[in-house]
């Protein structure tokens, strides 16, 4: 519908030759998105007031030679708008800037990772666009403050003014595991996202060994990464055991920060331990 | 009368005086096949004894079958079929016998020893065991001593069990574009190389979740010639452990049938991670492990349930490495029994030959699965 109305007043602009070149057309160059504005409307008798812009078309029947009023929140979408009046036997064109409104009232706010392991620099990403109350893109400069912040560390900061209606910072994840918050501000208008970090990598593993009847129980010291967090329950620990020229092994998921299995006891065998990447110690049983 | 009415008029005869023939008078496999009368001969023979057992097996004739056996006496027709079809659900529940070999062994007048091969179809493909089986004489007929496993059942419970699960909320179509979800699993391939062999171009490799949540992978390669055209995409399919807890290790193994390395100039490879609801359990030890060289080489051992949890499907995959601890080979085997608490249960995954002398270590993991639930 609306393509169709835009072509109507294509073809007015190609077809009609510009009149009322004499009178007075006052058409403001440019207002705020939402904002009230008028149009003095030259000519007598009966005519129509068209305004065309992308995302949005007003029609309107007029006496001209009068002040056409349109109240607050007539013109909403930011861009450049067209301007026609149109009478019986002629037509006059202008052009219209809607800006975004200055105040910003809504930030879309995308922070990254959302979960991302502890002491790691620079890992974390956080991008504002700034937005009006009519959802137009702010593309004025202004500062956005980001905050990131954990009960257990200094919270920390950026303020980093937009550009083209976007600002971006990078931040450290904490060196203690947590739900961080991450916010950013402008003016009064905040968004807040979290941001999970979690334990690294074990530091190191250390399993020890007891018999029990013929099987040997094993266990690992609590298992902690390299920031003194204690590895994630459910992290795989594999234990190994080479006797004779054969090979056992068991993947034990951690639970309450230590893993535990049981394996069988042969006089000479050889136990090791390992984690992903990580490896413990060895084992030597001569019981 | 047209040429066409004619002819049509002669099938339609002829179709019924064929069904009414294969009616009275039936083929006898046939007869077998549709439940009747079984095509089970004389067992005049240690060789022939066997076949008609292995006849009755694929026709589950479970009562005939029984009643053949010379140490019927020795444990009941429920045992028998518990023996071949398992009593705990499992790949064998729902296997049939598709096919079987006999191989005679040694042989007296009054008995024999016989290979029983059988060739079970299941879910997934098919799973071969063998039983020798000792046949003894009885008059003109010779009868088989069913070498009986005693299957192993776990007394009726209740094993508390106390084990990690995580489960997933996503984020809904009601938060704004830029509102989180939640991130997908971290993972990463570790080690990745490519394989000529006569059957095409395998890639080898393993991937690692390095994330502290459970993830669901697979991986997909293509394949792109020199000048960088893609010649073909393919994905690990089952040769892959699916989930892996945190920091857990699968290898993978990748096919591409009838593609030769020479035409490759790169490959794209594509790791595949997302958040699943899994659970920590079972834990299973993979026991005893042993390389055993060529010929016929394989690594064998048993797998051990340490939960209280019943995996009735498990899938063991091992990758093997050279002395530089480079991947060479990934086999695998699916176990056609279940794996119950603190019971083994024996694996062995074929090495091809040409391979086995390469292979210098190998690892172990094993995926299991649970009928009726999730993992």
């Excluded at chain 1, 030679?65 to 013109?75: C, E, N, V």
């Excluded at chain 2, 496999?29 to 066997?50: K, R």
């Amino acid at each position: 519908m609306r393509l169709r109305f835009a072509m109507l007043i294509s073809g007015l602009l190609a077809g009609t030759p510009i009149a009322f070149a004499q009178a007075t057309w006052n058409i403001p160059k440019s207002i705020q998105a939402g904002a009230a504005f008028s149009i003095d409307c030259p000519g007598t008798g009966s005519g129509t007031l068209y305004i065309v812009g992308p995302g949005q078309a007003i029609k309107r029947d007029i006496q001209l030679g009068q002040t056409i009023w349109f109240p607050a929140g007539s013109l909403y979408s930011a861009g450049h708008y067209t301007v026609v009046l149109t009478s019986q036997s002629s037509s006059q064109t202008g052009a219209l800037d809607v800006a975004p409104a200055s105040k910003p009232s809504e930030l879309a706010f995308i922070a990254k990772p959302s979960r991302l392991p502890v002491a790691l620099h620079d890992a974390i990403t956080g991008t504002v666009y700034v937005f009006d109350s009519y959802q137009n893109l702010i593309t004025q400069p202004m500062p956005v403050a980001f905050e990131l912040s954990n009960p257990s560390a200094p919270a920390q900061t950026s303020t980093v003014q937009t550009k083209n209606g976007a600002a971006w910072t990078e931040m450290n994840s904490t060196p203690r595991e947590g739900k961080d918050t991450f916010v950013a501000r402008v003016g009064d208008v905040t968004s807040t996202r979290v941001v999970g970090q979690v334990p690294g990598d074990p530091c190191s593993l250390k399993v020890s060994a007891k018999p029990s009847g013929n099987e040997i129980d094993l266990v690992t010291d609590p298992v902690r990464d390299c920031s003194g967090n204690a590895v994630s329950d459910g992290t795989i620990v594999t234990f190994t055991e080479l006797y004779n020229g054969t090979k056992s092994s068991v993947d034990v998921p951690l639970k309450k920060d230590v893993a535990a299995t049981t394996m069988p006891a042969h006089r000479g065998a050889t136990i090791s331990v390992a984690s992903g990447v990580v490896l413990g110690n060895q084992i030597r049983w001569e019981q | 009368m047209s040429k066409g009415r004619v002819l049509a008029f002669t099938l339609m005869a002829a179709t019924v005086i064929l069904v009414v023939i294969g009616t009275l008078w039936p083929v006898s496999t046939a007869a077998a096949y549709a439940g009747g009368e079984n095509v089970i001969g004389s067992s005049s023979t240690p060789q022939a004894a066997v076949r008609n057992l292995g006849d009755e097996i694929r026709a589950q004739a479970w009562q005939k079958a029984y009643a053949s056996l010379g140490n019927k006496a020795k444990f009941t027709q429920s045992e028998f079929k518990g023996d071949l079809t398992s009593y705990y659900p499992d790949l064998r529940t729902t296997a049939t016998l598709n096919s079987f070999d006999v191989q005679p062994l040694h042989a007296t007048d009054t008995d024999a020893d016989v290979r029983f091969e059988m060739h079970w179809s299941t879910v997934v493909g098919t799973i071969n065991s063998t039983r020798n089986v000792h046949v003894v004489r009885n008059g003109s007929e010779w009868q088989v001593d069913w070498p009986f496993k005693k299957q192993t059942i776990v007394p009726p419970q209740v094993i508390p069990v106390n084990y990690l699960r995580w489960d997933v909320i996503n984020r809904t179509s009601g938060d704004d574009w830029g509102a989180q979800d939640v991130e997908a699993p971290h993972v990463r391939i570790i080690d990745m190389h490519p394989v000529q062999r006569a059957e095409g171009l395998f890639l080898l490799g393993e991937l690692i979740n390095e994330d502290v949540v459970p993830a669901y992978v697979s991986v997909t390669a293509t394949l792109l010639s020199k000048d960088q055209k893609p010649i073909e995409t393919e994905g690990s399919f089952d040769e892959i452990s699916h989930q892996l807890l945190p920091k857990q290790v699968t290898p993978f193994l990748i096919r591409f049938p009838d593609v030769s390395l020479s035409d490759v100039g790169s490959v794209r490879m594509n790791p595949f991670s997302t958040l699943v609801p899994a659970s920590a359990d079972p834990v299973i030890e993979v026991q005893n492990e042993k390389l055993n060289p060529a010929p016929d080489a394989s690594l064998n051992g048993e797998l051990l349930n340490q939960s209280g949890e019943i995996a009735n499907v498990a899938h063991v995959l091992a990758t093997f490495y050279d002395k530089s601890g480079q991947v060479v080979w990934v086999g695998d085997q699916y176990v056609d029994h279940a794996l119950l608490p603190q019971t083994p249960v024996a694996f062995d995954i074929h090495i091809p030959e040409d391979l086995a002398r390469k292979v210098s270590s190998q690892r172990t993991t094993v995926a299991t699965y649970r009928f009726g639930g999730d993992q």
